[in-house]
């Protein structure tokens, strides 16, 4: 059964980075475009980024430019985000999805059709 874990999230001060990891497990995601996305309590969910795996194409969120990087390990069946530069947007919670209709990283970024969330992993930036 495909499945997908989110985990790295945790407490850091403005300014500060962190790593978060999707662990896939039941495929391989090296056809797939894989997402990060991110709901703050009150609002919609939104796409940060996405990369398809297939053929290398990223895409990212126009508030995240410059200080996100989502890649792939691909021996280790994960995709991460590295978080720079966090900013204080009190406490946000991140999940991963995979494209299984094939949209490609901007599409399935923007207008995300996904079955399931996962539990997502939650990322506070405070002082």
């Known amino acids: 059964q495909e499945r997908l874990v989110e985990s790295g999230g945790g407490l850091v001060q403005p300014g500060g980075s962190l790593r978060l990891s999707c662990a896939a497990s039941?495929?391989?995601?090296?056809?797939?475009?894989i997402g990060w996305f991110r709901q703050a309590p009150g609002k919609e969910r939104e796409g940060v980024s996405c990369?398809?795996?297939?053929?290398?194409?990223?895409y990212y969120a126009d508030s995240v430019k410059g200080r996100f990087t989502i890649s792939r390990d691909i021996a280790k069946n994960t995709v991460y985000l590295q978080m720079n530069s966090l900013k204080p947007e009190g406490t946000v919670v991140y999940y991963c999805a995979a494209d299984w209709r094939d949209y490609g990283a901007y599409i399935f970024c923007t207008e995300p059709e996904v079955d399931s969330w996962g539990q997502g992993t939650q990322v506070t930036v405070s002082s």
């Open positions: 039941g495929f391989t995601f090296d056809h797939y475009t």
């Open positions: 990369l398809d795996a297939s053929n290398g194409n990223t």
